[in-house]
């Protein structure tokens, strides 16, 4: 006679929760396993990108498709904490964007960390707009790439110091890089401490339109919050 366990069955997305805390030597990640996804069209940089993370107690590596048809599908199953996408050499922004969305719509809760070899601020810029939450230049320390899998883990954007500092350098030359008119009116109301309602009433739009003026200004001026919107607004003298 076989001895019935009274113990819940493991979840498979993010471990044995009953073994306690696992980290991630890229941070102090306490918490479930981590699952990771690995989207790159050669097998080299799969399997060695697969073997470094397997090394990380805090993470498993759930699928390794070669190409972004696979890729959703695999996101959609398995709907993996991070992916980790590295798209073609030659692929435009457009098409890139477009990947990401159908990563995106494959598995909405998976955080996306773009790797890359261009060292290119506005493809950088466009591949954080489009939905990624990092960018990540695929020479950097294999120690910055396991800070930027916590972060994305917990919603935070990693950017490699290189693309950050490009990025900066253009918004300088830019002034406010892409915002549009009606973007900096809200920017400077919120710098000014008013409310989305109060916003609206003022310009004379819907409170929900607000909202997402301020999503897209966050997306676009690489911010995390609204404390970083006024932060931004203040330093480039957008109030007086």
Do not use: C, W
């Amino acid at each position: 006679m076989q001895s019935q366990s009274s113990q819940p069955p493991q979840d498979r997305r993010h471990g044995d929760r009953r073994n306690g805390d696992r980290r991630v030597a890229g941070g102090e990640h306490s918490g479930p396993t981590l699952t990771v996804m690995i989207v790159d069209d050669e097998t080299l940089v799969r399997s060695a990108l697969a073997a470094l993370l397997r090394k990380e107690p805090g993470i498993e590596i759930v699928a390794q498709p070669a190409d972004i048809d696979a890729a959703a599908q695999a996101a959609n199953g398995h709907k993996p904490d991070i992916i980790l996408f590295d798209p073609l050499a030659d692929a435009s922004v457009e098409t890139v964007a477009e990947e990401i969305g159908q990563l995106l719509e494959a598995s909405p809760e998976s955080k996306t960390i773009v790797l890359s070899n261009r060292e290119d601020a506005a493809f950088a810029r466009a591949v954080l707009f489009a939905g990624a939450v990092g960018y990540m230049l695929t020479r950097e320390d294999p120690e910055d790439l396991l800070k930027a899998i916590l972060r994305a883990s917990k919603g935070h954007p990693s950017v490699s110091p290189t693309i950050a500092i490009l990025i900066a350098q253009a918004d300088t030359q830019n002034g406010d890089g892409d915002l549009t008119d009606r973007e900096k009116e809200v920017l400077q109301l919120v710098a000014l401490g008013h409310t989305s309602n109060e916003i609206a009433a003022q310009l004379f739009l819907s409170a929900r339109t607000v909202e997402s003026h301020r999503a897209n200004m966050i997306r676009k001026l690489g911010v995390e919050n609204r404390a970083g919107l006024v932060r931004y607004a203040l330093d480039n003298d957008l109030v007086s």
